[in-house]
């Protein structure tokens, strides 16, 4: 029992030491703004041709590999603009 309650109290002030020391460094603020940033070179690139649109891409993808989820799609483009992108 007193493993089990060291490992309960590890845990929990784990998550609000993180707690803290995320809200210390704006980290919501952060990945607001890199998903702005994101978002919008990820948008760019459909405007210039670079990058095929969302709703092509799924069905491409779909069509391919008909037993995937449309939100298996999504993930794996969402993997893919975060993966190019330089923070």
């Not at 060291?6 to 980290?27: M, P, T, W």
């Not at 990820?42 to 891409?57: F, H, K, M, N, V």
Request: with cysteine; aromatic share 6%; charged share 30%.
């Amino acid at each position: 029992m007193e493993e089990s309650l060291e490992q309960s109290l590890e845990a929990k002030l784990g998550r609000v030491i993180a707690d803290e020391i995320l809200e210390q460094n704006h980290y919501d603020d952060q990945v607001a703004a890199a998903v702005r940033q994101v978002k919008q070179r990820y948008q760019d690139s459909q405007i210039c041709g670079s990058q095929a649109p969302l709703r092509e891409t799924v069905q491409t993808e779909l069509a391919r590999e008909p037993v995937n989820l449309w939100k298996d799609v999504v993930e794996g483009v969402s993997q893919g603009i975060i993966k190019n992108y330089r923070f």
